[in-house]
């Protein structure tokens, strides 16, 4: 048995295959990743070198630091980021509330819809007997075609102390709403609802309100049609 024909000829099988070629590169990139790790390795001088000019780099004075003025500046900042959010969330919010209210608007109401929507703020009318009924507030006063109306789910209430006045012209618009609750809340025209209202979400009748204004909607003025006697709905 020839032992070195046989060594000479494995490794002229190696060479054609590549295989030295592989084993070469194998060790080449091996050496060199121990090269560069020794060079920038954490324990490296180039590394310890590296950390102590950045620590020199980056040393604060505090004597010299205006603490006051620098948290001044981070509050304005998050100022500043806050309200962005809450006008641009606002501004999304108030918008999708609106859509949502005015999706179902109608083109035309009716003054006996708007009464028959008050009696859902009357809170007492489970205590009324058999033949007792709670009588609501209606005034309508036409005024060279215009009309003053003064609505309240309150009984015997005048004209000017009604929770609900609205001012309608001869074409059925409403030009202006007055709404005064218990708590004194009021604004002089429907244009200039509460935004924080809205936000909150409108309901019942002012939310009815809110849709006729925004959508234009005309309301007619059907005095004898509105029922003000209200009896307990368990007797209905």
């Given at each position: 048995?020839?032992?070195?024909?046989?060594?000479?000829?494995?490794?002229?099988?190696?060479?054609?295959?590549?295989?030295?070629?592989?084993?070469?590169?194998?060790?080449?990139?091996?050496?060199?990743?121990?090269?560069?790790?020794?060079?920038?390795?954490?324990?490296?001088?180039?590394?310890?070198?590296?950390?102590?000019?950045?620590?020199?780099?980056?040393?604060?004075?505090?004597?010299?630091?205006?603490?006051?003025?620098?948290?001044?500046?981070?509050?304005?900042?998050?100022?500043?980021?806050?309200?962005?959010?809450?006008?641009?969330?606002?501004?999304?919010?108030?918008?999708?509330?609106?859509?949502?209210?005015?999706?179902?608007?109608?083109?035309?109401?009716?003054?006996?819809?708007?009464?028959?929507?008050?009696?859902?703020?009357?809170?007492?009318l489970d205590e009324l007997?058999?033949e007792d009924y709670h009588?609501?507030?209606?005034?309508v006063d036409d005024s060279?075609?215009?009309?003053?109306?003064?609505?309240?789910?309150?009984?015997?209430?005048?004209?000017?102390?009604?929770?609900?006045?609205?001012?309608?012209?001869?074409?059925?618009?409403?030009?202006?709403?007055?709404?005064?609750?218990?708590?004194?809340?009021?604004?002089?025209?429907?244009?200039?609802?509460?935004?924080?209202?809205?936000?909150?979400?409108?309901?019942?009748?002012?939310?009815?309100?809110?849709?006729?204004?925004?959508?234009?909607?005309?309301?007619?003025?059907?005095?004898?049609?509105?029922?003000?006697?209200?009896?307990?709905?368990?007797?209905?």
């Amino acid at each position: 048995m020839n032992l070195n024909q046989m060594v000479m000829e494995s490794l002229a099988k190696m060479e054609s295959e590549g295989k030295v070629q592989e084993i070469v590169e194998k060790h080449v990139e091996s050496t060199v990743n121990d090269v560069v790790k020794d060079l920038f390795g954490s324990w490296s001088d180039f590394s310890k070198d590296l950390k102590k000019q950045a620590k020199e780099a980056l040393q604060i004075n505090f004597k010299d630091l205006n603490l006051p003025t620098y948290n001044h500046l981070i509050l304005q900042a998050i100022k500043d980021k806050l309200d962005d959010e809450i006008t641009t969330n606002g501004v999304n919010q108030i918008k999708q509330q609106i859509e949502g209210l005015l999706s179902d608007s109608k083109r035309e109401y009716k003054l006996s819809e708007l009464v028959n929507e008050l009696r859902e703020e009357i809170g007492d009318l489970d205590e009324l007997g058999y033949e007792d009924y709670h009588e609501m507030t209606l005034h309508v006063d036409d005024s060279y075609g215009s009309y003053w109306i003064g609505l309240d789910s309150r009984n015997d209430v005048s004209e000017y102390d009604c929770k609900y006045r609205l001012l309608v012209n001869s074409e059925g618009e409403i030009c202006s709403v007055k709404i005064n609750d218990k708590e004194s809340y009021s604004r002089k025209n429907i244009n200039e609802f509460d935004i924080k209202a809205v936000l909150k979400g409108l309901h019942g009748l002012e939310e009815t309100l809110f849709k006729i204004y925004v959508s234009g909607a005309k309301l007619i003025v059907d005095e004898d049609k509105c029922e003000l006697e209200i009896s307990n709905p368990e007797y209905d």
